[in-house]
Nanobody
């Protein structure tokens, strides 16, 4: 079982930037496609971005061009660089295995809160 710890969230003004990190335990992190997800109050969790073991990326339409996912396999860490933040980006952000590519997810971590507000 992989344990996931997200960090880097906070309060940011519209147009600002944040960088989220996700540290994963386990010896086989590098072979898994990983994803960032988010869940806003009263809404279902949704996929934001994903990255394969080889570094190929995919983004939801609502973040394309603003967010960048990356990974450092040596550090067992996945990142999400978020630029040009909008109030509608406010949510709890989680990382996990990319359920589309991998077909599964591990237990969810606690997530990190991102609030975009002036």
């Amino acid at each position: 079982q992989v344990q996931l710890v997200e960090s880097g969230g906070g309060l940011e003004q519209p147009g600002g930037s944040l960088r989220l990190s996700c540290a994963a335990s386990g010896s086989f992190f590098s072979i898994f496609a990983m994803g960032w997800y988010r869940q806003a109050p009263g809404k279902q969790r949704e996929s934001v971005a994903s990255i394969t073991s080889g570094g190929s990326t995919n983004y939801a339409a609502f973040v394309k061009g603003r967010f960048t996912i990356s990974r450092d396999n040596a550090k067992n860490t996945v990142y999400l660089q978020m630029n040009s933040l909008k109030p509608e980006d406010t949510a709890v952000y989680y990382c996990n295995a990319d359920r589309v590519t991998s077909g599964f997810t591990w237990d969810w971590g606690q997530g990190t809160q991102v609030t975009v507000s002036s």
